[in-house]
């Protein structure tokens, strides 16, 4: 007879004090940014508990953004997402991790599936079959996913987000970027919803027009002298740049179809990133570099870039954000009314603050 795993926070923390806890495994499999937003509160629990053992469990494609991590004992990982934990293709996983003796889960989500992997596997997890804890837009992911564990002993407030890159990486990325003297700025126009473009009742959400990239590209190499990078993360993105390149007169570079990592060391090696609302605003914000980060239906509350050298651009009007909600706004007017010569003022004058400040240093 299988036995009901210990849910109560104030005995798994106990247990953690003790030493009893040893070998444990965090659970986040979904997109790329979401498994960043939740580095700052695995990063706590490791400092925390640093004779645990974590091994963490991703999809495949998400595992290169937490290769080199040090507060990682291991890494597994499945084809699929949270609600496929307990699917028929997840049999060899749970097999691996039975065979691992795990401790405690964490919940790094709060999926349903995720509370009932671990009652199937009888861990120790830290909420309740289902509860959903502080999901809200007026709170950061990065908040939520710390609230989520706190109650085992994180103190203070949740770190950077953190992503490591191997120098190999570094060397690679150079090869793709063109050589000359201007700032690198590189630009990722896509997202998630380049593949789905209409929601709604023909809701635009999170795009910024084509149009408006393939001006500010022009005025970033024309008015900067910039080195622009394209940068799209995968085919569909990747035609959806092509377009807007298409419309430049002067043809910029389009990283396409690079590994993960040597795609994240672009934008370590970039002077600035300006994107949307997407998983690669999280990358620059991981990696601690300047970025315009340009909003409209979203909030910034809740998925906003976590780092102190980002500027968030955005029209402030009545009806924004919307998250994409119950709303007949055909032409987009929050992202279409953020014009190209706004974000190109924004980037020369953050550029020279920041040429200002190492000038300042150096001296």
Known sequence: MSRRPITDPEQIRGALEEGRIRRVLAVRAS????????TPALHAFHERNPAAEIT???????????ENDPDIHELLTFKGRERDLLTRKAAPIRKQVQERK???????RPRKEIGAFAEKLEIPYVYPLGQRGTDSDDVHVVQQTWD??????LSG????MRLFLAEEDLRSARQVIPDGEGPIILLHPGGDDTKRLWLWRGVRKRIWPKTHWAELIQRLEGGLGARVLVSSGNALEGRWVEDILGRVPNRATHLSGLPLRQFCAAFELSDLVITGDTGPLHIASALGRPQLCLFGPTAVTYTGPWNDKARVLRKEIPCSPCQGKKTRCRQNVCMEELSPSQVHGEARRYLEELASRAEALSS
């Open 31 to 38: 997109r790329l940014g979401d498994l960043l937003m939740a």
């Open 157 to 160: 407030e949740p770190g950077p």
């Open 148 to 153: 989520r564990i706190a109650p085992l002993g």
């Open 56 to 66: 963490f469990l991703t999809n495949e494609y998400s595992r290169a953004f937490l």
């Open 102 to 108: 795990v401790d405690l889960l964490l919940a790094l």
